[in-house]
């Protein structure tokens, strides 16, 4: 029996159904959109960066740093600020 596939947008080979990404090309597989949550299971304090590296396709740990030396070098303040909106407005899965 056949597995099922799809097409790459962008080199045309067939690639299996639950594929995220091309494995000849690397681009992201279309399919459903992706949604902006925060990431409860995978959450250190609430979830943000581990929604935001799901959403981005990166690694959690990356996205932490990124957001942590980002937040040190502007004045630790609006950094947090930006992190308490973010866990109140995205909404958890």
Do not use: N, W
Request: proline share 6%; charged share 20%.
């Amino acid at each position: 029996m056949a597995s099922a596939t799809q097409k790459c947008q962008r080199c045309l080979r067939e690639v299996p159904m639950d594929a995220r990404f091309c494995p000849v090309c690397g681009a992201r597989i279309t399919g459903a959109p992706r949604e902006l949550h925060r990431r409860r299971d995978l959450e250190k304090l609430a979830g943000v960066c581990a929604g935001l590296a799901d959403y981005f396709d990166l690694d959690p740990t990356l996205v932490r740093v990124v957001f942590a030396v980002a937040t040190f070098f502007t004045g630790i303040l609006p950094g947090v600020i930006l992190y308490v909106i973010l866990a109140l407005v995205i909404p958890a899965t």
